[in-house]
């Protein structure tokens, strides 16, 4: 019995319910920034509930997966706060999860490499530049936020450069002078289009390309999560397949060459996913252009130097994620951020993000027995609630005071604790070892 070392779950003692009502806390907190939180309750699993690490992370994953289809849930019927279209940017998903995914399978070898103090005290660091960054964003914003009240008044924000026609008596809309077009967007509201400068304004066939396209926006692109679970369920299959190094499925031996090339080949499989997908926005970006889309300030565009750029960024994310055995989550929200992205598509995003890595996680952690299914199902729920009840307060909170900024205060909230946590945790860990214990380092088939 893998958990013969640990109690069973009824009945709870002081223990549990300290670990419990701390989890709790963490992802009330997390639930706005849509990050998990996933660094901050391994720790209480393991300091409070008295799990192993092997085991503490897998609870961990299943809690978090609990609180990711409740984020689901919440964000689907969301709009974009400054579009007609979902608040989840699926071009944003195609691009960063193929580089992410490549990232985690080196870091996670790398892990297996380095001394775990070495890993720890390295995460404690990176986790508190990414606070201090990302908090010092939401204060900027809130600042911008509270000037822009005070200017004029809170008001519902529209596509850059459009404004709604007014109808006249007669019910149709006004003259138009020779740089503007009307567009009829999907939300019905009739729109006038600012002509570039010594550009030809849109033929009628591209007029009506143009609405077609903003239609299509206006809902959940199906065929691009397809795309993206296709993507997913190579990669849990390849993970199944390599086993969990002292056990394969298809009798794969850990160091092997079979072993190394099902370990490794996740890589070519999700980087000709990131070719696909790069293709994809590279056309719609050139449509787009040929169109003169209505791009919002906060949109990212997708050109040859972006498709690119970012994707790299994202696979030094996933090294820092498999490396120090942290969800996406934490590392995706902050950069988001950082590339400019509005605060409610970045949460929304990284949020759906991380339902796609639980899943396939969870899926693993179970099939290698690692799971705790008795303290399993109660921190699913425990997940699920607490996320639900998390989304509906940040909300509330938001709408009453026309803000974003608590949303980067979440995330950057999440992070900060998560790193005193882990810095924390370490030093309980190690205060009694010699310098020799704390840099040995685990086997890669243990």
């Not at 990176?126 to 939401?138: D, E, F, I, S, Y």
């Not at 200017?151 to 149709?172: D, F, K, N, S």
């Not at 995706?332 to 949460?347: D, I, N, R, W």
């Not at 339902?355 to 425990?382: E, K, M, P, Q, R």
């Amino acid at each position: 019995d893998n958990f013969a070392y640990h109690k069973k779950l009824w009945p709870l003692n002081g223990w549990d319910y300290a670990g419990i009502i701390g989890s709790g806390v963490g992802l009330l907190i997390a639930a706005g920034g849509g990050i998990g939180g996933g660094s901050i309750i391994v720790p209480l699993y393991i300091l409070l509930l008295g799990f192993n690490p092997k085991h503490a992370i897998p609870l961990s994953n299943l809690t978090i997966l609990g609180g990711a289809i409740a984020n689901l849930l919440f964000n689907c019927p969301k709009r974009h706060p400054k579009a007609d279209r979902p608040v989840i940017d699926w071009d944003m998903i195609l691009i960063m999860e193929p580089s992410t995914i490549a990232g985690a399978v080196i870091g996670s070898f790398m892990s297996k490499f380095l001394p775990e103090v070495v890993i720890t005290t390295l995460l404690s660091i990176v986790l508190l530049l990414m606070a201090w960054r990302t908090l010092t964003k939401g204060v900027k914003l809130w600042n911008e936020e509270t000037e822009q009240q005070e200017r004029a008044g809170i008001e519902m924000t529209r596509p850059a450069g459009y404004a709604p026609v007014q109808q006249t008596p007669t019910g149709t809309p006004p003259a138009r002078g020779p740089q503007q077009q009307l567009l009829l967007g999907p939300n019905g509201v009739m729109y006038q289009v600012p002509g570039r400068e010594g550009s030809p304004m849109l033929a009628p066939d591209d007029q009506e390309e143009l609405e077609d396209l903003l239609e299509d926006e206006a809902t959940t692109p199906w065929k691009k999560v397809g795309l993206i679970i296709l993507c997913f369920l190579g990669c849990i299959a390849l993970t199944l397949a390599k086993g969990s190094g002292s056990y394969s499925p298809i009798g794969v031996t850990c160091g092997s060459l079979p072993f190394w090339l099902v370990s490794l080949a996740s890589i070519p499989w999700v980087i000709a996913f990131a070719a696909i997908f790069r293709c994809m926005l590279l056309d719609s970006t050139d449509d787009k252009a040929r169109l003169n889309y209505p791009f919002v300030d906060t949109d990212i565009e997708w050109n040859e130097d972006t498709t690119v750029r970012y994707p790299m960024v994202c696979t030094i994310a996933g090294l820092f994620a498999g490396l120090f055995g942290v969800g996406g989550g934490i590392v995706k929200g902050p950069l988001m951020l950082e590339m400019g992205v509005a605060p409610a598509v970045a949460s929304a995003t990284a949020a759906t993000m991380i339902l796609f890595t639980t899943s396939a996680a969870t899926v693993s952690f179970s099939v290698f027995g690692l799971l705790d299914w008795d303290y399993g199902g109660i921190l699913f729920v425990l997940g699920f609630v607490c996320t639900m009840i998390g989304q509906i307060g940040l909300n509330a909170c938001m709408k009453s005071m026309g803000r974003e900024s608590p949303i980067v205060f979440s995330i950057g909230l999440v992070v900060l604790i998560s790193a005193f946590l882990v810095a924390a945790g370490t030093w309980l860990g190690h205060k009694n070892e010699t310098f020799g214990q704390m840099m040995k380092t685990e086997s890669l088939c243990a």
